[in-house]
T-cell receptor, first 112, second 114 residues
Framework: DAGVIQSPRHEVTEMGQEVTLRCKPI?????LFWYRQTMMRGLELLIY????????DSGMPEDRFSAKMPNASFSTLKIQPSEPRDSAVYFC??????????FGPGTRLTVT | DAKTTQPTSMDCAEGRAANLPCNHS???????VYWYRQIHSQGPQYIIH???NNETNEMASLIITEDRKSSTLILPHATLRDTAVYYC???????????????FGEGTQLTVNP
């Protein structure tokens, strides 16, 4: 099992550019979570999906952030336009029905 | 979700048991205690969880007090690779068909010293 796969692992972009982060959950898992980690705010949930449907997006900072899950094996988190304060490590996690969460290695985003 | 309180940091000698406490005095009857850890620059890793009874797996033991207001994670023989931030999280039991959120606090930075 390859675990949760995230790409890219590192992203450096300029302010105002669009950023797309990608996640492939573990096969058979039906819940997917996007988290963000910063020194100031710690690890916080942005949004999560059950069976490809967004359940709770209350952690999404603002309209510049959007997440999609077009099928059970793929999800994206998009930031448009990006700002320096979006710099963080973004983690994707997945879980099977009723099970624990497995985290990916994260994407380190730097917005200059 | 119930709030948890953990010490900011702890030290442990290599080979000795590491005992990490967590207070969750407002826990409700259907909430589980979960422990995750995060080794520097990696994604969080599940360790163990429990409802009422003590639990043990290949990584650790979880001791939950009878009133469920506190718990202790025990790493029986800590190694240098156990140096990490340990998070104690309280969350409702999840359904058989869906997941639920994890709310991470600041956790305990455990440093295992040679």
């Amino acid at each position: 099992d390859a675990g949760v796969i995230q790409s890219p692992r590192h992203e450096v972009t300029e302010m105002g550019q669009e950023v797309t982060l990608r996640c492939k959950p573990i096969s058979g898992h039906n819940s997917l979570f996007w988290y963000r980690q910063t020194m100031m705010r710690g690890l916080e949930l942005l949004i999560y999906f059950n069976n490809n449907v967004p359940i709770d997006d209350s952690g999404m900072p603002e309209d510049r952030f959007s997440a999609k899950m077009p099928n059970a094996s793929f999800s994206t988190l998009k930031i448009q336009p990006s700002e320096p304060r979006d710099s963080a490590v973004y983690f994707c996690a997945s879980s099977p029905p009723g099970g624990r969460q497995y985290f990916g290695p994260g994407t380190r985003l730097t917005v200059t | 979700d119930a709030k948890t309180t953990q010490p900011t940091s702890m030290d442990c000698a290599e080979g000795r048991a590491a005992n990490l406490p967590c207070n969750h005095s407002t826990i409700s009857g259907n909430e589980y205690v979960y422990w995750y850890r995060q080794i520097h620059s990696q994604g969080p890793q599940y360790i163990i969880h429990g409802l009422k009874n003590n639990e043990t797996n290949e990584m650790a033991s979880l001791i939950i007090t009878e009133d469920r207001k506190s718990s202790t994670l025990i790493l029986p023989h800590a190694t240098l690779r156990d140096t990490a931030v340990y998070y104690c999280i309280v969350r409702p039991g999840v359904s058989e068909t869906s997941g639920s959120r994890l709310t991470f606090g600041e956790g305990t930075q455990l440093t295992v010293n040679p």
